[in-house]
Structures are given as C-alpha cells and as structure tokens.
C-alpha cells in the first residue's frame, strides 16, 4: 500500500472516531437534559407522592376548533430523546414522539372542548375544562399536578403550576407533544369537510390565508364566533 493509502486510511479511520465521538457526547448531553427535566417530578416522588401527571393544553390561540388538553403520567426516569416544548419540534418528530410517548407512559388523558363551548364560557375557562377532562380520562386519579402555566381552579388535588412548564418538567413537556399533535389531527380532519380554510396547513390559527378566508366565506360552524378576528 503506498503512503498516500495509508494516510487516506488512517485519515478516515480518525473521521469516523470523531463522528461516533460527537454521537457519544450528542447522546450524552441529551440523556443529561432529559435527567434535569425530572427533577420536580424526583423531588415529588421522595416526597411520597406516586402518581405525578404533567398537564398541558394545545389550541389556546387558535381561531377556530377545539381546545385540547392531556396529563401524562411518565414511569421514573423514562428516557425518550427530544422530549421538549412541542413548539420546538418539527411536525414529523413530534409525530414520532407521539406514538413513543402513547406507548412508553404510564398513563396518557386526554381532554377535548369544542369551539362552541368555547363561545359560552371563554377560553380560559374551556383551557381548564379540557385539563380536567383530561385528568378524568387517566385510568388512575394522580395525586399531584405539575401543570403548564397557572393553576387548575376548583380541582381537589395537589398541584404546582409552571410558567413556561414545558422546559422544566419532562411530564409537562411530553403533554404538549400529546395535546398539540392530537388537536392537529383533529384540525387535519376538519380540513376535509371545510377546505376553504386551509385547517389542514393553519391548523385554524388566523394565517394571512386563513383570515382571507374568513372575509370571503364567513365562519364556519367550528369558529370561535367570540373572538375578535372571527367576528
């Protein structure tokens, strides 16, 4: 073999040990990121609580469609890469951590409320109700919430509420994943009985398109008819 074989081969050889390196260290500093994410629910956990559901809602600021809520319940120290806010995540990885999600968790509630409970009772109140629909779907009433946000009112279990949750909670983080790709589903649905409106890209969201829309046809029956820029 002459030296300039021998120099391609060795220069490769070290390619490829960088490459498995920088997997290594990638891998590793997610497994250390998904850990810290644990730490509320290690901390309830010592405390003696068991059954700790993170809770998250998708679809707040939408124009049109329900809003949805899950709890997830999540064994201890359950590694799954990429768990994070689902605002940070592409569509086809949060569509894969979905069904890892499904299959992995302990448990997995889900709430749904419609637009039209949403014109009658505000969507603060509907975030709410669809949180404690979510929480009476769980096959199991957990005994403490980590949840997104501010606190569930009128609901007789312990609860730490988390301005911007996902970050700090792995629970929290896997129920936005959960509650974001299933209301997109829903909205995907839609989208064939009201193509006009383009669910199917906005997801009901108020798009320059969507708002088009909304001027040339009206509101359709799944519209917030409440909200400023439906009406």
Known sequence: MSRKAKNRKVETTKSIISSYQRKIEK???ERLRIYNLYNHENRLKNEGYSLIAGIDEAGRGSLSGPVVAAAVILPCQLFIANVKDSKKLTSKKRSELYFAILNKAQDVGIGVVEAKIIDK???AQASYLAMKKAILDLKEVPDYLLVDGFKIPNLNILQL?????????ISIAAASIIAKVYRDIIMINYDEKY???FFKKNKGYGTEEHLKA???YGPSEIHRKTFKRVM
């Open 27 to 29: 891998l590793y500093a």
């Open 121 to 123: 009772i505000n969507i």
């Open 161 to 169: 509420p988390l301005i911007k949750g996902e970050d700090k909670s």
């Open 195 to 197: 193509p006009q409106y």
């Open 214 to 216: 909304l001027l040339k």
